[in-house]
């Protein structure tokens, strides 16, 4: 069974080559793996214009090739840029590369992360219970980690309020797991300089944070970006791992936008840090008056790094209680994919205000209710959208890709209107909605005379095969083949589901078996439904279960 390690060694092994008819002036192909991912880079020599560039890939060994959806091309740097997606963990893959109706001219083989069950490890220290930091400064080798895990009947660490962090990592190829981490002044774990090839997993985080400020209303706020998990500035930061960890109760919350913009702790922050990480299967909860700002998020969100930066892959999280977004993944977003992700009782869903490089896949992800204000009841709140996905000449103007979520609405006895998003896709503020595309998403908002899809004034967008009961507020010709209509869910599913991942469409219900095939995507399917929830399929899993 091989490690990250190993399988990047794999990678920088492996063969490329380029067939007789190869383009003399291309260049080489490249990729980038994760566990379920590979991201995609080649330099054509040629433009392909709208159709891009071409790619097809099999597992090594099979002899049959599937399409993948085809690489955007972006004439900023003359480069094809796209993932392959749905991957399985551990495995090697040969991957072609062509133009338009030519002959594919490149081949590479990459091999996926494995996903083991358990880490290779070269040394352990069992981790007694404590009121102290935990200062990690050594780390292990590709070929053996160092692992930090909780000690029999230990493991406890509560600085109470003493300690800015309960946990600091500096060094490579660390396992932290399974620690009951409390109390930390600013941050649960820091990770530092020095840190790369970091596992955090199977913890339980809570109760870190200061006090910024008290409210009209009387709740005392903490301060910004504080997080369960937090990196500052290590653009060296690569290859971290954070899955399966309950991430809850900070010491303060969030302001909501009664009183502005919010500003508050966070579950997992990457301000100015690296790439090609994974964040998946955690989740991130809190009480009432202890709301976050994001749940998982950044601040570089104007410029061409920002987070999750590049290469990295968001997924399988639980994420409620946050007064902005569930998921802010704004900034450069090259080769960045977020998918099935439950997110409920947060003002925004999947942000990506802005992206700059690109692209990013927004798929299969389930969004429940809104809130975005606190001092008004449910029916005067304004809600946001689902997917906030506006774009910026200053920074650049990346592909985003949106495809297969669900926009959930629950009947909630009390109000007028039901409890979901407002919107759907949408620019925001003075950042358009550009270069995006959307195919077979169920956009359900709770006014059906909102917007469904709002351009902001934006353009060179590709909105099409969605299921949606709002306006459509974007170029003459959006939609052509869109839906319009309210989902019908089948019994068991829909949001009374809640976080129990039936979602299925009714064969009764518009865009059962309506969806338009996506190669990669849901090409595995005779008759693809619209929506995250593919009929006659196992239910959707998000935590720490999965």
């Known amino acids: 069974m091989k490690t990250i390690a190993a399988a990047l060694a794999v990678l920088a092994s492996a063969s490329v080559f380029a067939a007789p008819k190869s383009t003399p002036s291309s260049a080489p192909p490249r990729a980038v793996p994760t566990f379920e991912s590979i991201g995609l880079y080649w330099a054509p020599g040629a433009n392909p214009g709208s159709a891009g560039c071409q790619v097809q890939y099999r597992k090594a060994g099979d002899t049959a090739w599937k399409p993948g959806l085809a690489l955007w091309y972006d004439s900023r740097n003359a480069e094809c840029r796209g993932s392959l997606v749905q991957l399985a963990p551990g495995t090697s893959y040969e991957i072609q590369f062509g133009l338009p109706g030519q002959a594919f001219s490149w081949q590479l083989a990459s091999t996926t992360w494995s996903d083991p069950t358990g880490w290779p490890i070269a040394k352990v220290v069992d981790v007694p219970s404590g009121t102290t930091t935990l200062a990690i400064t050594e780390g292990g080798t590709?070929?053996?980690?160092?692992?930090y895990r909780a000690a029999i009947d230990g493991g406890v660490l509560d600085v109470a309020n003493a300690a800015d962090y309960d946990v600091t990592v500096a060094a490579p190829y660390v396992i932290v797991r399974g620690l009951t981490l409390k109390g930390a002044r600013v941050d649960a774990v820091r990770l530092l300089p020095g840190a790369h090839d970091v596992v955090i997993e199977d913890n339980d985080?809570?109760?870190?944070?200061?006090?910024r400020a008290t409210l009209a209303n009387g709740q005392q706020v903490g301060n910004d970006y504080q997080a369960g998990i937090r990196c500052e500035s290590v653009s060296t930061l690569e290859r971290v791992v954070i899955q399966r960890n309950r991430i809850h109760d900070p010491r303060y919350g969030a302001n909501s936008w009664s009183f502005g913009h919010p500003a508050g702790p966070q579950g997992i922050t990457f301000n100015y840090c690296g790439g090609n990480n994974v964040i998946r299967y955690n989740e991130i909860t809190s009480a009432d008056g202890h709301y976050y700002n994001d749940g998982i998020g950044g601040s570089d969100n104007y410029t061409n790094a920002g987070f999750p930066n590049y290469d990295s892959d968001i997924y399988g999280n639980l994420i409620s209680n946050v007064w902005d977004d569930a998921i802010e993944a704004e900034g450069g977003n090259r080769n960045v994919r977020i998918w099935g992700n439950y997110m409920d009782q947060t003002a925004t869903g999947v942000a990506t205000t802005v992206t700059g490089t690109g692209p990013v896949y927004i798929f299969r992800n389930v969004y429940n209710r809104s809130r975005q204000l606190s001092e008004v009841g449910p029916d005067s709140d304004d809600r946001n959208s689902f997917a906030k996905s506006g774009s910026t000449k200053k920074v650049g103007n990346g592909r985003r890709y949106v495809f297969h979520n669900t926009l959930l609405q629950v009947d909630n006895a009390g109000t007028t209107y039901p409890l979901g998003a407002g919107s759907g896709i949408a620019g925001t503020g003075s950042d358009s909605l550009t270069n995006t595309v959307s195919r077979n998403n169920i956009l359900h908002i709770w006014k059906a005379w909102w917007n469904a899809i709002d351009e902001n004034g934006g353009s060179g967008n590709d909105l099409d095969y969605d299921l949606y009961n709002g306006a459509i507020a974007a170029y003459r010709g959006a939609e052509p083949h869109g839906l319009v209509g309210t989902p019908l869910y089948a019994t068991g599913s829909g949001w009374s589901s809640w976080a129990g991942g039936m979602y299925q469409l009714d064969p009764r219900s518009p865009g059962f078996g309506?969806?338009?095939?996506?190669?990669?995507?849901?090409?595995?399917?005779?008759?693809?439904?619209?929506?995250?929830?593919?009929?006659?399929?196992?239910?959707?899993?998000?935590?720490?279960?999965?």
């Open 205 to 211: 985080i809570s109760g870190w944070g200061s006090y």
């Open 142 to 147: 590709p070929n053996g980690y160092v692992l």
């Open 514 to 546: 309506a969806a338009l095939r996506l190669p990669n995507f849901n090409d595995s399917y005779a008759a693809p439904d619209i929506g995250a929830h593919q009929s006659g399929t196992a239910a959707m899993c998000f935590g720490r279960t999965c």
